[in-house]
């Protein structure tokens, strides 16, 4: 059992918990929480070590000694020292050093998504979500977004790191990437509604921060400004939620 805040395993638990810097170089990430932890061993992604504290719930329990069969190294935790490191308010007890690495994307996807100055890491996070959901093939993220890898990104995305292609590139990297694909910028006004653009070609969908837009990087790749109707008369959709809505109008046309 650890029962020393310096254990090796802790600073680096303490250090991914910080700055984008220190999960890359590390090559790591964090996931906390059983359901998460779960998602990951399903995926078959590469696990360095497991931490767990004591006194652990059925479900928590159960998927200790699952990381333990895979053969992932696990070790207890002195419970007020693992509390002391976990990033969740009601810690389920149990948390894993990930590598950092990412599912590769198709060489020409059909559905791209490009999460533009998005800085909040609850929206970053339900955004990707929702990207997996809806079966976007590739997920950019560009400087001015934060770290998909956060911990609190993490959490919010609920498993669809394991399974969507996440890239954090520079504009040019973008624009080569994206070549001709057509690129759909959601925006609040001055744009055509979603309903009525064509979306079942191959296409990329830029969403923007809510507060300030998309930036100009972005508004030059657009080939089209398109609107979530809103009949009652809102100025503005929370980004997640506006993203979530285009990305599922990608999905019933196709459908």
């Known amino acids: 059992m650890i029962t020393s805040s310096q254990n090796p395993k802790l600073k680096l638990v303490r250090a991914l918990a910080g700055r984008p810097k220190e999960r890359r170089e590390a090559g790591a990430f964090l996931a906390e929480g059983a359901r998460l932890v779960e998602e990951a061993l399903a995926a078959g992604w590469p696990i360095r070590f497991a931490l767990y504290a004591q006194g652990l719930s059925d479900r928590s329990a159960q998927t200790v000694e699952a990381l333990a069969r895979a053969g992932v190294e696990v070790e207890s935790v002195e419970s007020a020292l693992f509390h002391s490191v976990s990033e969740t308010e009601h810690s389920q007890g149990v948390l894993a050093v990930l590598e950092l690495s990412s599912?590769?994307?198709p060489p020409r996807p059909t559905f791209t998504l490009l999460l533009d100055q998005i800085r909040d890491p609850g929206n970053l996070g339900t955004l990707l979500r929702s990207a997996q959901a809806a079966g976007v093939e590739s997920a950019l993220i560009p400087p001015e977004t934060t770290d998909p890898f956060a911990p609190k990104v993490v959490r919010a995305g609920m498993g669809a790191h394991f399974r969507l292609p996440?890239?954090?590139?520079?504009?040019?990297?973008?624009?080569?990437?994206?070549?001709?694909?057509?690129?759909?910028?959601?925006?609040?006004?001055?744009?055509?509604?979603c309903w009525d653009v064509d979306f079942k070609p191959s296409l990329a969908l830029i969403v923007g921060s809510e507060a300030e837009g998309a930036s100009p990087e972005a508004r030059q790749l657009a080939s089209q400004n398109v609107i979530v109707p809103m009949p009652g008369g809102m100025e503005s959709l929370n980004a997640a939620v506006a993203g979530s809505v285009l990305m599922f109008e990608v999905v019933r046309q196709r459908s």
């Open 103 to 105: 599912v590769p994307a």
């Open 166 to 193: 996440i890239e954090r590139l520079g504009w040019d990297e973008i624009r080569a990437r994206l070549g001709k694909t057509p690129v759909y910028l959601a925006e609040t006004e001055d744009a055509a509604s």
